[in-house]
């Protein structure tokens, strides 16, 4: 005789029927399409702020008005024609995104003091004026 366990012997009471194995599986689908709907849904969401975030939406409480059911998803996971979906809203609902600045971001250009022009840069009248201005002034 071997050292090895005996298994233990499996009755019909121990098996799951047919039924149950169906019923389990239906279950177990079920729950996965659930699943996947909201894998999707906070794809969709994501996708959708970031987009509203680019497009200079001032507050995301305004991706409620979008009809989620007609956003779909493409084969990378992006959602198809969320810019378009984003120019429409801001067309539709412009108080929901900030007013273009006609500011620039570009900085202040550094301060130069204005240099007098040289007299070997000055034209002969343009001399003869600068110098009795000169004269004037002592």
């Given at each position: 005789?071997?050292?090895?366990?005996?298994?233990?012997?499996?009755t019909?009471?121990?098996?799951?029927?047919?039924?149950q194995?169906?019923?389990?599986?239906?279950?177990?689908?079920?729950?996965?399409r659930?699943?996947?709907a909201?894998?999707?849904?906070?794809?969709i969401?994501?996708?959708?702020?970031?987009?509203?975030?680019?497009?200079?939406?001032?507050?995301?409480?305004?991706?409620?008005?979008?009809?989620?059911?007609?956003?779909?998803l493409n084969?990378?996971?992006?959602?198809?024609?969320?810019?378009?979906l984003?120019?429409?809203?801001?067309?539709?609902?412009?108080?929901?995104?900030?007013?273009?600045?006609?500011?620039?971001?570009a900085g202040?250009p550094?301060?130069?003091?204005?240099r007098?022009?040289?007299?070997?840069?000055?034209?002969?009248?343009?001399?003869?004026?600068?110098?009795a201005?000169?004269?004037?002034?002592?």
């Amino acid at each position: 005789m071997s050292d090895e366990p005996m298994p233990p012997e499996v009755t019909d009471a121990d098996e799951p029927s047919v039924e149950q194995l169906r019923a389990e599986t239906k279950a177990l689908s079920d729950q996965l399409r659930e699943v996947t709907a909201s894998a999707r849904a906070r794809i969709i969401r994501a996708e959708l702020k970031a987009e509203a975030v680019k497009a200079g939406m001032i507050d995301l409480d305004g991706l409620k008005l979008i009809d989620f059911d007609a956003v779909k998803l493409n084969d990378q996971d992006g959602v198809e024609g969320a810019g378009a979906l984003m120019t429409k809203l801001k067309r539709d609902k412009p108080w929901l995104f900030a007013a273009r600045s006609s500011s620039s971001r570009a900085g202040v250009p550094e301060a130069e003091p204005p240099r007098p022009k040289r007299a070997t840069d000055m034209t002969a009248d343009e001399y003869r004026a600068a110098r009795a201005e000169m004269l004037r002034r002592r």
